[in-house]
């Protein structure tokens, strides 16, 4: 597990680039802890490098960090040795744009059979890793998931006040949220 900043959580081998980072080690039963050595190693290319003898393990996460260990070694006072390979992911959560339509306090014009377009803008500094982003669209306290897209015309709105907002997720659970913007409508064909 990995555990950043106070926080009183962990993630699995999940950091943010901008915090510092601690891994720890376990052994279960907890008696066994102290019989236990851990070697934290950075491999790359097929070349092992010792970042530290402990149980823990801190860092500061970066893409092109070398401190970021990649394998632990653990051993115990016989000599019996056991290695465990993993990836620790460096994710940057989403951001959405306050910038959307509707914005927040506009009038739309039209009848409840009227499609109107809401649209929006996330973007996320790790889709070069393959990173994907999701939307959900709530209207009116009803969530609408609409995968990848960034705009979708709805219609079904009576006159009145009506409130949207976006959550974007992308794949490893980090989020942001709109807070929720404001929008009228006015009913045309019932104004006649």
């Known amino acids: 597990m990995v555990k950043q900043k ?4 962990s993630t699995i081998l999940k950091v943010h680039p901008y915090d510092s ?3 720890t080690a376990t052994v279960a039963p907890e008696k066994y802890q102290d019989d236990i050595s851990f070697e934290w190693i950075y491999t790359n290319d097929n070349k092992d490098s010792l970042l530290v003898r402990a149980k823990q393990y801190s860092f500061l996460p970066s893409k092109l ?4 260990p990649n394998k632990l070694i653990a051993a115990d006072k016989e000599g019996n040795k056991q290695t465990y390979e993993f990836t620790i992911v ?4 989403p951001v959405l744009s306050d910038s959307t339509i509707p ?3 506009d009038t739309l014009y039209g009848s409840p059979e009227s499609a109107f377009l809401f649209e929006w803008y996330s973007i996320d500094v790790d889709i070069d890793n393959g990173d994907s982003l999701f939307h959900i669209l709530e209207i009116d306290d009803k969530a609408y998931d609409v995968g990848t897209l960034l705009q979708v015309k709805q219609s ?3 006159a ?3 409130k949207f907002r976006v959550i974007v997720r992308d794949l490893y659970g980090d989020s942001d ?12 064909l019932g104004a006649k």
């Open 21 to 23: 980072a601690t891994i």
């Open 103 to 105: 914005a927040s306090g």
């Open 90 to 93: 460096i994710n940057t959560p």
């Open 156 to 158: 079904g709105f009576n």
């Open 6 to 9: 106070d926080a009183p959580f």
């Open 65 to 68: 960090a070398t401190n970021i």
């Open 160 to 162: 009145g006040e009506h």
């Open 177 to 188: 949220t709109l807070a929720y913007k404001n929008f009228h409508v006015i009913d045309t």
